[in-house]
């Protein structure tokens, strides 16, 4: 699959994309939403990876925007630390397909992946 990943982390990133690698999945990374959001509007990806707090423009209003700009479903993974219900609930409401709280889990990440 391809995976754009947004992630302000480069640490967390790094980790992200090696694990995505050894997959046999290809990852673009962008550490924040301007950048992600001029990318996907030229590239195709089969899933995005969102971070909810990166700079510029925050995860859930990247969401937002693809669930208002593309024509199509594309799968998308929020992989935050915001771990209160009420950010979990809202994310899947406005159209994120999963949700995961750092720290993420290799073997779930990829599981999760294959799910959506």
Same mark, same amino acid.
């Given at each position: 699959m391809r995976v754009a990943l947004l992630?302000?982390?480069?640490?967390?990133?790094?980790?992200?994309?090696?694990?995505?690698?050894?997959?046999?999945?290809?990852?673009?990374?962008?550490?924040?939403?301007?950048?992600?959001?001029r990318n996907i509007?030229? @590239?195709? !990806?089969? *899933?995005?990876?969102?971070?909810?707090?990166?700079?510029?423009?925050?995860g859930f209003d990247v969401l937002r925007w693809v669930r208002e700009n593309f024509d199509w479903p594309i799968p998308v993974i929020f992989v935050t630390a915001k771990d209160q219900e009420d950010d979990i609930v809202r994310a899947?409401?406005?159209?994120? @397909?999963? !949700?995961? *709280?750092?720290p993420a889990k290799q073997r779930?990440?990829?599981a999760r992946l294959t799910a959506v």
């Open positions: 992630e302000d982390d480069l640490d967390q990133a790094a980790l992200f994309m090696n694990w995505l690698k050894s997959a046999g999945h290809s990852c673009q990374h962008f550490d924040s939403g301007k950048p992600f959001i509007k030229h @590239d195709s !990806y089969d *899933v995005l990876i969102l971070d909810w707090m990166v700079t510029d423009m925050d899947l409401e406005e159209g994120a @397909d999963d !949700y995961v *709280v750092k779930e990440l990829l």
